[in-house]
């Protein structure tokens, strides 16, 4: 007690020296009232995830909106009629050998196209992006590896949606209940659409080896593609398109047939998945829809070929 009424009265006669232990205190305080910070963050960053998650949902449902569109707008074309004299084709050919000169002129043709019609603007894809956290992930199988989320059928998930991060591809729904969806990872036996330097497309699968490398195959042997391109989706697939597969880490050429194979490094780390999006095409289901009927057309018809 003698020892704090002499600090009092150090600090109230004494300016220099109550600054000082001000300061000290202060400073003591505010260490406290840090560490004190960091533990109320640390119990709140579920919270906080949770909202920058659905935030991010949100940025993406916008910045869709703006994009998957085509202005389109009818023409006509009228090609004029040009009528060869076969005579005077005959000797201008042969006055044109004669002077030694293998080329010959031919009439240009001017086709006048005018459109017509107020522009149209198109739309041909539409998402919807369901943030979902993992629960459960599989990296070591050497075949397929599945990822488990907390979304299900009661949060519009469905069979075959596509599952991608902010960075890119991770797969697509192989299995549903009414709270749970089992997704099939890029890390399995299923290949991927891709597409690299300048749309030049290919086929991206996994070697069952490391998980951080895909193989992309059948990429046309005049694509200038270079170590530190990026491969994307071609949207030929359940995968909206341009979403990032991986960077190209190595090339290989195959003289045989004339094709690439590259080495992707994965834009995702599997083995640190916490957050996904579930993504629900729209318009996809009616294309998946249409084509099926036509396959289960052509099946009908090979049948009744085979049939005696």
Not at 145 to 159: F, P, R, V
Not at 209 to 236: E, F, I, L, N
Not at 249 to 258: C, E, F, Q
Not at 288 to 307: F, G, I, N, R, W
Request: glycine content about 6%; overall charge positive.
């Amino acid at each position: 007690m003698l020892e704090i009424f002499c600090i009092r009265l150090i600090i109230r006669s004494n300016s220099i020296q109550g600054v000082d232990l001000l300061n000290s205190s202060n400073a003591v305080a505010g260490f406290f009232y840090e560490k004190q910070n960091q533990v109320v963050s640390f119990f709140q960053m579920g919270s906080v995830n949770k909202a920058l998650v659905e935030e991010n949902t949100r940025l993406k449902q916008e910045l869709d909106g703006l994009k998957y569109f085509d202005t389109l707008q009818d023409v006509t074309s009228n090609v004029p009629l040009v009528v060869y004299d076969t005579i005077k084709v005959k000797n201008d050919s042969a006055a044109l050998a004669a002077a030694g000169d293998s080329a010959q002129e031919k009439p240009t043709i001017v086709q006048d196209i005018r459109p017509f019609g107020k522009p149209r603007i198109v739309k041909y894809a539409s998402y919807k992006y369901i943030a979902a956290k993992v629960i459960n992930n599989s990296v070591t199988s050497d075949r397929n590896n599945y990822i488990t989320i907390n979304k299900g059928s009661a949060d519009g998930i469905q069979k075959d949606m596509a599952v991608v991060t902010a960075n890119g591809v991770v797969g697509r729904v192989a299995q549903v209940s009414k709270h749970y969806a089992v997704v099939i990872s890029v890390l399995s036996s299923r290949p991927i659409s891709s597409q690299v330097a300048g749309g030049n497309i290919g086929v991206s699968n996994w070697g069952g080896d490391a998980p951080d490398y895909v193989t992309m195959s059948q990429v046309d042997v005049r694509t200038a593609v270079r170590k530190g391109d990026t491969a994307y989706t071609t949207g030929y697939s359940y995968f909206p398109e341009n979403i990032p597969v991986g960077i190209v880490t190595a090339i290989d050429t195959y003289k045989v047939n004339n094709t690439l194979n590259l080495k992707l490094k994965l834009a995702n780390n599997f083995r640190n998945l916490h957050y996904v999006y579930v993504v629900a095409g729209q318009l996809g289901t009616e294309k998946q829809t249409l084509e099926k009927a036509v396959s289960d057309k052509e099946k009908e018809m090979q049948q009744k070929t085979k049939k005696p």
